[in-house]
């Protein structure tokens, strides 16, 4: 498991989730949406094959969640 943090909800996904299989188990319409992990928008031609990866190589800026996922209905 892996925490992640959406539209400043925390949340608990199992690791190697898709974007694609994270959306649909939140019920989210792939339509209309746009997807951006840490402040970098996904193709949406990604979104099946992005994993959601638990970051452990020290990415990311010290004090912030390593995935943020801003989705844009």
């Known amino acids: 498991m892996i925490t992640i943090h959406m539209n400043q909800k925390r949340l608990e996904v199992n690791s190697n989730t898709t974007i694609y299989q994270f959306l649909q188990q939140i019920d989210s319409s792939v339509n ?42």
């Open 32 to 73: 209309g949406v746009a997807v951006a992990i840490n402040e970098q928008i996904v193709s949406k031609n990604n979104w099946q094959t992005q994993k959601l990866e638990d970051q452990k190589s020290g990415i990311g800026h010290p004090g912030r969640p390593r995935w943020v996922i801003g989705i844009q209905f």
